[in-house]
């Protein structure tokens, strides 16, 4: 399934390679158009720099899970309590502690809340250098390459290996990873 971001990306690829490519003729189109294609999240998914941004997401994906469960916890055992002496409490003290209860329910739904957007503030955080370290070789190997054109490979359909050029291996090799691409 795609998601609209992905059909956006290919939806500007593809008016971008019109663009280029209307006021020529079609048999000098695409023997002016010097076209390659990546994995480039094989190559982020392969890299030390992702790991180590894994693991440290993993350490504080647990570190709030645990915090929002103890929470949960302290709330259950209220609610226990609660539960257990509500035959006996007066209605003003058994309206005030369903409001407590309330009130901490809701603070646990906030700070699950704050976790979860924290959680994908570090993301991006994490991710975006890694990104941008990817994007500064793929643009160092398009010039290189005179390319004109670099597609990600994930919503590549077809590619005639005679005319368009796979450079993922390429583009680890210049990032210092040593892996070979599936092909």
């Not at 008016?15 to 094989?42: M, N, R």
């Not at 259950?76 to 509500?86: G, I, L, S």
């Not at 409001?99 to 993301?123: H, N, P, R, S, V």
Request: no cysteine; aromatic share 6%; glycine share 4%.
């Amino acid at each position: 399934m795609y998601s609209l971001k992905k059909i956006g990306g290919m939806a500007a690829v593809i008016f971008l390679v019109f663009t280029f490519l209307k006021d020529t003729p079609i048999e000098a189109q695409f023997s002016k158009l010097a076209v390659a294609y990546t994995d480039s999240d094989l190559v982020v998914t392969s890299m030390p720099e992702y790991r180590v941004a894994q693991q440290t997401l993993q350490g504080a994906y647990q570190k709030s899970q645990q915090a929002v469960q103890n929470m949960t916890v302290g709330y259950q055992q209220k609610v226990d309590t609660y539960q257990q002496q509500q035959a006996m409490l007066t209605p003003d003290r058994r309206t005030a502690q369903e409001a407590e209860l309330m009130q901490l329910q809701q603070e646990i739904q906030t700070m699950a809340a704050q976790q979860e957007q924290q959680l994908k503030d570090q993301e991006l955080d994490l991710m975006i250098p890694i990104q941008e370290k990817v994007q500064v070789a793929i643009n160092e190997i398009a010039v290189a390459r005179g390319l004109d054109l670099i597609i990600r490979s994930p919503g590549l359909l077809y590619a005639n290996d005679k005319t368009v050029t796979d450079i993922t291996e390429e583009l680890a090799i210049k990032l210092g990873i040593s892996f070979t691409a599936p092909k």
